[in-house]
């Protein structure tokens, strides 16, 4: 994710355990940054790129269609 002159990278793992898993969500903080640039690798070697993504959202995306409309935003706060 590229935001001013910043970048993050997260990386998601399908790891759990028995009657268990992970959280699968990223979350990015961009501080005052109104909105952000989105690359996705995915593991298929597909490299999807997003730009102009605002920001205080839920962002869902599958691989090879883009963006997943209709999700909901709940904010944590």
């Not at 109104?34 to 995306?61: I, M, Y």
């Amino acid at each position: 994710m590229r935001y001013g002159d910043r970048v993050q990278v997260q990386e998601l793992l399908s790891q759990s355990s028995y009657l268990s898993s992970n959280d699968p969500r990223l979350h990015f903080g961009l501080g005052s940054c109104t909105s952000a640039s989105v690359e996705v690798r995915w593991p298929s070697s597909l490299v999807e790129k997003f730009s102009g993504v605002q920001v205080d959202q839920l962002l869902t995306l599958r691989e090879g269609a883009g963006q997943v409309a209709g999700r909901p935003f709940l904010p944590l706060h």
